[in-house]
């Protein structure tokens, strides 16, 4: 069995709205394991988003542990998780959110360059990413607003694992793009596992999720749900959507 | 209703800025409502004090050996006037008094009697002794007001003359409204008692150049007047020449010299408060350009809701109609209650009595009119708009998006990613700087023009003795016979001494076509000299080529290349203008000659002065004590020093001495000898023993007059000084408040990729770096010229400007804008990469 690489101990998030605290996390242990491509699902105002920020260290718990590699990271202040993420964690949106005033491969090199030394072979690792995504010299000059939504997450999925982080999050990459985009960034997600990085991905598409290797379903602030499938492509994926519908199902998605 | 209730929420999610706007606005009001309020009233009250004291409008005063009773004739016959009458004055030039705290300081004064005084105007006394306290007086003296207002005597207290060395002490017995001659530049007049005016008639009667006695003619003079016409015709009528030994003390001279420094304030107050609009206008443009794009998606959402353009300009103007507003109200209130502080600055300025009322109706124009200028301002820019119909405002503007060339690729960086996504981001938006840019210039030349001026002033005269066109030393004037060269010889073997150089006594000289005679000044070679320094051209190195001051060069409409011709004992030399230099020792009247080109037009002339420059932190007087023991005392100490006690021959050697001493140095007498016989003994002695006639130091004379103006522009450089940089302050931190607010998204996507708030914050300040360094070498330059003209306009002087202190001025703005633009942009550490996510 892989080793933790992320854990969570009596985890609790809540927000205040007009004195009213809501408890969207509650009590939640989990164990995220090297190599693995989790996917949490669970239905809408779940808490699947404010699980990932807190996971990764974008936002701070209301109360408990966040355990990355065995360090404690709730008590960091909010430049120390800056600086935490920068080494650790990759970022891919729902919105993208690339910088809009930056060319694609300056996306891509800013999110590099905070971390490591500019050097040839770091722009051309970027330049390779960026061309095994399908993105050719030209679109590397571009602008944000000179791409399509699946180049644009292309270019993000890119710029998030430009670090080779140790986890690479992500909030629905596909809750924006059209089925032929989707399909495009999910392969590249696959390719990314298939090399060894770890996911923790968020998604309430059935499609998206097929792509992972365990499956937490959170419902009420907990985890009810764990599934675990072998890497895709390496099962019958029509076996492997009925399994993960039935326990979706079973979950009450 | 609903534009409003937009622009009131607007108001209360950007307090900081609305805040700043207000200050601002505050601000320029504030010191525009007090130039224009204290501008005219500080005319009108120079007016009303003139008019209160019955004061006639002229007096032109002539030295009593040139004065002829045609004079008056002439004038009588010649012009119109009202009130003449000729009396006796005695001018006394630079003299030394001492106050009664011991501090010595030194005033050109006229001396009158209460006869006199009361011929000319009213003699209205503004505190007096009475009758019975004055009868116990033996030596009274009344003061103009000035005296009581700027340098805080009060009656009863002692006023001592010091001439020839010897105390005059006078008691204070009131202090009065005068008309003419009240003011350290032309002088002050002072009443004395019959006897005391005697007394001085005779003391002061040396012939010297700076203290006679004279005759004034006293009189109201109309439009017709021309006082050098009426000298020239008395010079025609009496064949002599009046050129020296005149003075013109006239209504409109007195208001001149007393409103200029005024004037010169209150102008820097109004040139403060325009840079002050100016930033405020600024930081409302850059606000409303950098709210329309932030609130883009919020104005296509309004416009596709049926809100027209225009209606939502309004809600950007109403935001700045109430902000601005209450910053006019602010201001125009705080210049009503300031109203009995700037009484007692005009009080300070004129030396006389100040009453005004609040001008309120100037105050509320100044406020309506900022009021007006913010509106129009905040109206054409929060027109814009409409430059974004519905479509384009819910894309977030696509008309700015960007498609033009990658500036600063950061596939090239080298070293520190925040700074290169600082100058990545500087460079893309560099049309943004330019407001920046001119608003830094502005206020960087107006921090580094106060503090170079402060330097300046920070040791009180001491700076302005070198605008004075002459080298601050110690002047030794010798006996004639004595040989210079060899004294000069001596003097440098003293350890307190760098410098001594052998010169020519100050000598007064007629200057053709002109009644501004000139005192000349005589270097063999000027780079001897040390705080004369052409402002235009060059220095004399021929003996046909003379520099004249800045103030002689425009009173006489001189330039570089032109010939002035000197007239001295009937001979006549013309000179070539080679340099024109910054003086405002004796009004400017200096001259400055090489020894060869003093030797053609005083044939007769020999080196007797010796200057001599001390070593830094060694006083006159420390000085003087040890000269006095290399040398013996100075023919004019001697006759000043009463006599000592010791055997007879010791007695009647200083009585002798003394005696010789007073005909030396106050009668023009060049040898003596004596021979006294007591019983057998025969007790003999001659002038020899003297060495030095006399010595001088220009430094009293410059405290006097500079002092108190150095002290008052030193608190206005230190007051202008930090307020314009908190006002520095306050546009960069709300520019870089207002940049994080419209950047936020892109700056809460830098967070997601880990770079931390103190990255962003770094970004910020160093981004903006470059233009605050570029504007202050701009305003560097600036402030240098600003500094020479600046002085050359007001007072015909150029000031010295320290490099180390622009320097050092330049390097602290720098790190204080960087530090502010910082903090300014703290916000960033509000932005939650949470919160953007979920948006």
């Known amino acids: ?253 | 209703m609903k534009i409003l209730r937009l622009s009131l929420f607007n108001l209360k999610k950007n307090k900081r800025e609305a805040a700043a706007v207000a200050f601002l606005t505050m601000v320029t009001v504030f010191m525009l409502s007090i130039f224009f309020a204290n501008g005219s009233k500080l005319k009108r009250a120079f007016d009303e004090s003139f008019a209160a004291s019955g004061s006639i409008n002229q007096i032109v005063i002539f030295k009593d050996s040139f004065y002829h009773d045609e004079f008056r004739r002439i004038l009588e016959s010649d012009y119109k006037t009202d009130r003449l009458t000729e009396n006796p004055f005695i001018f006394a030039g630079a003299t030394d008094v001492r106050y009664e705290s011991g501090e010595e300081v030194s005033f050109n004064f006229l001396f009158a009697t209460e006869r006199t005084e009361r011929r000319i105007e009213n003699f209205l006394k503004t505190d007096a002794m009475s009758d019975e306290e004055l009868k116990s007086v033996s030596h009274p003296i009344w003061m103009p007001v000035n005296f009581n207002i700027t340098k805080g005597l009060r009656v009863g207290e002692t006023f001592t003359i010091i001439k020839s060395g010897r105390d005059y002490p006078f008691t204070i017995a009131g202090f009065y409204d005068t008309g003419l001659d009240s003011s350290d530049g032309y002088g002050f007049k002072c009443i004395l008692s019959d006897e005391d005016y005697d007394l001085f008639s005779m003391l002061f009667s040396s012939g010297s150049a700076f203290s006679y006695n004279c005759v004034g003619l006293c009189f109201d003079a109309y439009d017709d007047f021309n006082f050098d016409e009426f000298i020239e015709k008395c010079s025609e009528s009496s064949s002599e020449n009046l050129t020296s030994g005149t003075v013109n003390l006239s209504y409109e001279g007195e208001k001149n010299n007393e409103t200029v420094f005024a004037d010169m304030f209150l102008n820097m107050t109004a040139f403060l408060s325009l840079i002050t609009m100016i930033s405020a206008l600024f930081m409302i443009r850059h606000k409303i350009s950098n709210d329309i794009e932030d609130q883009m998606q919020q104005i296509g959402v309004l416009e596709a809701l049926g809100y027209r353009a225009h209606e939502i300009s309004l809600s950007y103007l109403y935001e700045y109609m109430i902000s601005g507003g209450l910053g006019c109200i602010l201001g125009a209130l705080a210049a009503c209650l300031s109203t009995p502080l700037m009484n007692t600055f005009d009080e300070t300025m004129l030396g006389r009595t100040v009453t005004g009322n609040t001008e309120v109706i100037k105050m509320i124009l100044t406020a309506l009119a900022i009021f007006i200028i913010v509106i129009m301002f905040a109206l054409i820019k929060a027109r814009t708009v409409k430059k974004y119909p519905p479509v384009v405002a819910l894309r977030r503007g696509i008309l700015t998006h960007h498609f033009g060339r990658n500036v600063l690729p950061l596939e090239n960086t080298k070293g520190n990613i925040n700074l290169r996504l600082a100058m990545k981001s500087l460079f893309s938006e560099l049309r943004s700087c330019i407001g920046v840019t001119v608003c830094i210039i502005a206020a960087g030349i107006t921090i580094l023009f106060s503090t170079v001026s402060f330097d300046f002033f920070k040791d009180g005269a001491n700076g302005l003795m070198a605008m004075m066109g002459t080298d601050d030393v110690m002047m030794i004037t010798l006996m004639s016979g004595v040989d210079p060269e060899n004294i000069r010889d001596e003097i440098l073997k003293m350890p307190d001494v760098r410098k001594a150089i052998v010169t020519y006594d100050l000598t007064e000289i007629g200057v053709k076509g002109s009644d501004f005679s000139g005192t000349v000044q005589v270097y063999e070679d000027y780079k001897d000299a040390e705080s004369i320094t052409p402002a235009f051209g060059r220095y004399p190195e021929h003996d046909n080529e003379i520099m004249i001051s800045y103030r002689r060069s425009k009173i006489e409409n001189l330039s570089l290349g032109d010939s002035i011709v000197l007239e001295r004992a009937g001979l006549e030399k013309s000179y070539m203008i080679t340099g024109i230099v910054s003086s405002i020792m004796n009004s400017g009247s200096s001259l400055y000659l090489t020894s060869d080109g003093y030797r053609r037009i005083d044939l007769n002339a020999r080196p007797n002065r010796i200057n001599v420059y001390l070593k830094e932190g060694v006083g006159y007087d420390e000085f003087e004590d040890k000269l006095t023991a290399k040398f013996g005392l100075s023919a004019k100490d001697a006759a000043a020093n009463q006599t000592v006690g010791g055997s007879m021959e010791d007695k009647i050697r200083a009585a002798a001495d003394e005696k010789i001493a007073a005909m030396l140095s106050q009668y023009g007498v060049t040898s003596v000898e004596y021979a006294v016989r007591i019983g057998d003994e025969l007790i003999t002695g001659n002038s020899r023993s003297f060495v030095i006639k006399e010595t001088a130091t220009w430094e009293g004379m410059a405290k006097t007059q500079l002092v108190p103006i150095a002290g008052t522009f030193k608190k206005f450089t230190v007051v202008a000084a930090i307020l314009i940089s908190v006002i520095v302050g306050v546009i960069l931190s709300i520019i870089a408040a207002s940049n994080v607010r419209r950047q936020r998204h892109s700056l809460g996507i830098m967070k997601g990729l880990g770079y931390s708030s103190k990255d962003l914050m770094t970004q910020m300040a160093v981004r903006i770096m470059p233009v605050i360094i570029v504007s202050l070498l701009i305003a560097s330059f600036g402030a240098l010229w600003l500094n020479k003209f600046f002085w050359l306009a007001v007072i015909g002087a150029i000031a010295r400007t320290s490099i180390k202190a622009i320097v050092i001025t330049d390097i602290v703005l720098v790190i204080f804008c960087y530090v502010v633009t910082y903090l300014g942009a703290g916000r960033i550490k509000k932005i939650s990469v949470n919160e953007l996510m979920t948006e």
């Open chain 1, 1 to 253: 069995m892989a080793s933790s690489i992320l854990r969570t101990e009596k985890l609790c998030k809540s927000f205040s709205n007009m004195g009213v605290q809501q408890h969207v996390i509650k009590n939640l242990d989990l164990d995220i394991r090297e190599g693995d491509f989790t996917v949490i699902m669970g239905s809408s105002g779940s808490g699947k988003s404010t699980l990932l920020y807190a996971l990764s260290g974008m936002d701070k718990p209301t109360m408990g542990k966040v355990l990355f590699a065995d360090t404690e990271i709730q008590g960091y202040s909010n430049d120390e998780l800056a600086i935490f993420r920068r080494g650790n964690c990759g970022f891919v949106f729902q919105s993208v959110y690339l910088l809009e005033n930056q060319t694609v491969l300056d996306n891509v090199l800013t999110g590099a360059l905070i971390v490591q030394k500019n050097s040839p072979e770091l722009v051309n690792k970027a330049k390779d990413l960026l061309k095994k995504t399908g993105l050719n010299d030209e679109d590397m000059k571009k602008y944000p607003n000179q791409l399509s939504g699946g180049e644009a997450q292309r270019v993000g999925i890119v710029r998030a694992i430009i670090n080779d982080p140790k986890i690479l999050f992500a909030d629905e990459p596909t809750g924006q793009l059209n089925s032929s985009s989707s399909k495009d960034v999910l392969d590249i997600f696959t390719d990314i596992h298939k090399n060894g990085q770890s996911i923790v991905m968020v998604t309430h598409d059935l499609k998206t999720a097929l792509r992972g290797t365990r499956v937490l379903y959170l419902r009420d602030g907990g985890i009810v749900g764990d599934y675990e499938m072998p890497p895709y492509g390496e099962d019958d994926i029509k076996n492997r959507r009925n399994k993960l519908t039935a326990f979706l199902d079973e979950m009450g998605w």
